[in-house]
């Protein structure tokens, strides 16, 4: 047969190929359109020719009709930046079909057909890191959501299931290893080429296919389930990283008792593998019985990697580790039901996490992430409900929004339901809609059936966007207090009126005298108004509320600040003792920006916050981790976001303010501390890791208020230590500072990690995140170092997130950290575009800051939006933002 097409550019993207094609707004999907695949695939055949820049893919798929579907003559086989060599269908090569944009479309006479298609791709030169690519050598895959196209022409959505066998084979001496889903059934060779096969005898959407192969090396164990099952597990590694993995297979074991015990869900294959890549757009993927991982969330030891990295880790593994029920197993519909897996996932990571380490420390963990990043997401132009409604490019919904925020809507089922009421409902429905691609709609009625909730109202919360603001009121009178909450539900990009939604609200009533309260209350707020009576008050109770973040809302309860100073020393809950300590600050800076507060009362505030601090230093019945947990200060994006119109730069000064004049009242307590916590030796328990985290703590402080002492300091914890959390603690402080101790201590950190790609990062990200007054000086000096990589994701995120989030540097008066942005994101944008769009919500959030940054954060986004090509990625992002 003839082959019309040979689209492919270089990096094998055609969207790329013709400078001649103007942008034009890519297609809008919309979730309403929904129709199931007029065909059914239950089984495919790949074999794979491999090579680094020619690979070929057979592909042969069994197809019939879908009863469930309506009729159609043709089947739209997706593809993206595809060479087709031949296509047969029953072994006829004069098939009638033809190409639609990048889709190949094929005339099917009858019911059932086979069809075989051949395509040579060339992962080398797969920039995109979407589909088969190269990265150091090797090769391997990712699929989701759309990169399975971009391998082989095939219906690419994840409602059309089917059972995978695959052979591979390609040169042993470069390729040793060659890995897939499910088991290998066979393998062989034959001279310099070795070959594989293997079947995954669970039916699966494409985008949770995996491929490796390469030259790695596998710390191996083995794990027995519930019902005795031997299954044997592998970290794959490069040579020279294995005894960095001992914390990964720890977790992956600890991950499948812990879905046993607390979901009941038992792993469903004899092997599981994880390996390791480090040119990878996200964190990790959760392909059946193939898990592929950025190195940065399994490559660990003391010396290469902090607490928070160890954390990172655990937390990642689980996460990829439960997909295999809450994912897999069962898939979803259609991608705007991402939030079916990905928010229920999130949750059970949270819990796993929760429970191996420090549960209300997790919680608070957990909190500021939601409202560092999704609720300036849900009050900014990229807002959407966790269930979108529409996309042009899918890779733009893996949000905060979708993961995060779907993570606390179903914590809040489970809140409402209670513990056990809740596992009725998960077991309901994993039993309901196991080998299903099921909706978000399906989840909520297995928890309304089996948890025996009415979820009717609460659905709301899968439909509107925006983060809701509840006022709460107390008033006493006689023996009662009576709390009235009122609700808001802000605006949203196509969302101009909401409707109230379920917010369920931990609260309890602290009478004053004793330090006690009658225990805890679970309201619901479902109105938009409601009162609340309490009776059995001689006096005004202090109000604790939203605890344990309860709800994903924030709370106005507008009350005197000794009632916070209260709560933060008092409160039996370590989340709403947190969030006390975080008010006062909040209060304070939000206060004093905005000129709120005269002189008499910023010092008495300041005064407030000392003394309450003071006492969290000191309170003995604080481990170290929670004591670090209440001693940091709200975040830049935090405070910014308590206020309509915010200027960084004054938020900026005003932080850096309290924290000096903290450091200066509280210099005795403060050294007090960093001396006894470093007479703790290096340990991987939460004592340590405690004094590590109050140490550092302690030292960044006092870089505020004393920089000549800490620097001396800090530049002898960085000589001392003996693990990379106080190393990298102390060069962070260090790297803010201009002192004498900061230039040698860097210049030491990169020569003795140099090759050390995951520690190379952090050396940039300190510096591009630091708060010297030549951050941005020092980031454009980087950005040419000759170990900056436009092509791997994880060094650019190192120096360019670091940057977008460092307001010092970023939000420069002058506009150049924005022109800076935006020159990276239209570089990187034909390189990498899902990542090249990963820093558009840094500059769109124009609309709430001052004037002056405003117009050149838009000016910013026009020139990008200007620009002759942009990727779907990138457009959508730009356009949103510009509004
Ligand atoms: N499902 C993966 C996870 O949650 C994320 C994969 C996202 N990939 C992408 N190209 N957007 O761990
Ligand atoms: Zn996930």
């Not at 307590?669 to 890791?689: I, S």
Request: net charge negative; charged share 25%.
């Amino acid at each position: 047969m003839d082959i019309a097409r040979t689209p492919a550019t270089p990096d094998g993207n055609p969207e790329m190929a013709d400078a001649a094609i103007q942008p034009k707004a890519p297609p809008e999907i919309r979730r309403e359109d929904y129709k199931p695949f007029p065909w059914l695939v239950p089984t495919i055949r790949l074999t794979f020719d491999l090579a680094l820049d020619k690979t070929r893919v057979t592909a042969r798929l069994e197809i019939e009709r879908n009863p469930a579907a309506e009729a159609e003559r043709t089947i739209r086989l997706n593809g993206d930046g595809l060479q087709l060599e031949s296509l047969s269908c029953d072994g006829d090569e004069s098939t009638d079909y033809r190409m639609d944009g990048e889709d190949l479309l094929v005339t099917l006479p009858g019911e059932r057909h086979s069809l075989e298609i051949v395509t040579v791709i060339d992962p080398s030169a797969n920039s995109q890191l979407m589909g088969l690519y190269a990265s150091g050598g090797m090769l391997c895959t990712q699929c989701e959501a759309e990169g399975f196209r971009r391998i082989t022409f095939f219906p690419d959505r994840p409602d059309v299931l089917s059972t995978y066998t695959v052979r591979m084979s390609g040169p042993k001496a470069l390729f040793p290893v060659l890995l897939c889903n499910g088991n290998r059934t066979d393998q062989g060779e034959e001279g310099a080429t070795h070959w594989a096969e293997w079947h995954d005898p669970w039916p699966k959407p494409s985008y949770l296919f995996a491929l490796v192969a390469g030259d790695l090396v596998a710390r191996s164990d083995s794990f027995t389930t519930m019902n005795g099952r031997e299954v044997e597990l592998n970290v794959y590694v490069r040579d020279g990283d294995l005894d960095r993995t001992e914390h990964a297979m720890k977790s992956l074991k600890r991950s499948m008792r812990w879905d046993e015990e607390v979901f009941g869900r038992e792993y469903d294959l004899d092997l599981f593998n994880i390996v390791a890549v480090s040119d990878f757009n996200m964190g990790a993927m959760e392909n059946k019985g193939l898990n592929i991982f950025n190195t940065k969330y399994v490559l660990a030891d003391p010396e290469t990697a902090t607490d928070g990295d160890y954390d990172g880790i655990e937390g990642v593994i689980g996460h990829e580790y439960f997909h295999n029920w809450s994912g897999n197993r069962i898939t979803c519909r259609d991608w705007f039901q991402l939030s079916l897996k990905e928010g229920f996932t999130v949750l059970r990571d949270q819990l796993f996490s929760a429970q191996m380490g420090s549960a209300p420390v997790k919680r608070i963990e957990d909190v500021r992430v939601l409202r560092g990043v999704q609720f300036p997401e849900d009050s900014g132009p990229l807002a959407h409900p966790i269930r979108p409604d529409s996309y042009r490019e899918i890779s733009n919904f893996y949000t905060a929004t979708v993961y995060n925020k779907g993570a606390e809507v179903i914590r809040m089922m489970r809140t409402m339901a209670g513990e056990e009421a809740f596992r009725r409902g998960t077991d309901l429905y994993f039993e309901r809609h196991d080998g299903e691609a099921a909706t978000c709609e399906d989840f909520v009625r297995a928890m309304e059936d089996g948890a025996d909730l009415d979820l009717a109202q609460f659905r709301l919360w899968y439909s509107q966007a925006g983060t809701p603001k509840v006022a709460a009121r107390l008033i006493h009178e006689g023996q009662t207090a009576t709390l009235t909450l009122t609700q808001t539900v802000p605006a949203t990009p196509g969302q101009p009126d909401k409707q109230p939604m379920p917010i369920p609200l931990s609260l309890a009533l602290f009478d004053r005298e004793s330090g006690n309260h009658a225990g805890e209350e679970l309201v619901v707020l479902d109105s938009e108004t409601a009162q609340f009576s309490f009776d059995g008050f001689a006096t005004r109770p202090v109000l604790s509320i939203n605890r344990g973040f309860s709800a994903p809302v924030s709370i106005d309860r507008d009350v005197p600040r000794d009632e916070l100073v209260f709560l933060a020393a008092r409160d039996d809950d370590p989340f709403a003792r947190y969030e006390a300590m975080q008010e006062l600050m909040t209060g304070y800076l939000v206060g004093s920006v905005s000129g709120e507060l005269d002189d008499a009362e910023r010092d008495a505030a300041r005064g407030d916050i000392a003394q309450a601090m003071r006492a969290v230093i000191e309170d003995s019945a604080l481990d170290d981790l929670m004591r670090g947990e209440l001693m940091v200060m709200p975040s830049q994006a935090y405070i910014a976001e308590q206020m309509l119109i915010a200027d960084p730069g004054s938020i900026h000064a005003a932080r850096e303010a309290l924290k000096a004049d903290v450091a200066t009242r509280l210099a005795d307590p403060l050294h007090a501390l960093y001396e006894r916590a470093a007479q703790v030796p290096f340990a991987l328990d939460a004592e340590a890791k405690g004094a590590r985290k109050v140490k550092t703590l302690a030292l960044s402080y006092a870089a505020a208020g004393d920089p000549a002492t800490a620097s001396g300091l800090a530049a002898q914890q960085y000589d001392r230590a003996d693990n990379m959390t106080d190393r990298q603690g102390a060069l962070m402080v260090l790297a803010g500072l201009d002192s004498a101790e900061r230039t040698g201590r860097l210049l030491d950190f990169y020569n003795r990690y140099q090759g050390n790609a995951l520690v190379i990062d952090k050396w940039f990200a300190l510096q591009a995140s630091s708060l010297h007054p030549h951050a941005i000086e020092h980031v454009k000096a980087l950005r040419e170092h000759e170990d900056f990589a436009l092509r791997n994701p994880n060094r650019v995120r190192s120096l360019y997130m670091a940057f977008a989030s460092n307001p010092g540097a970023f939000h420069s008066a002058d506009g150049e950290g924005y022109r800076m942005l935006a020159d990276l994101i239209l570089e990187l944008d034909p390189i990498n575009a899902q990542t090249a769009a990963r820093f558009v919500p840094a500059l769109g959030r124009w609309r709430r800051i001052e004037e002056g940054r405003a117009q050149l954060m838009r000016e910013a986004l026009q020139r990008i939006a200007e620009a002759p090509k942009l990727s779907r990625d990138t457009y959508e992002q730009v356009t949103r933002s510009l509004g």
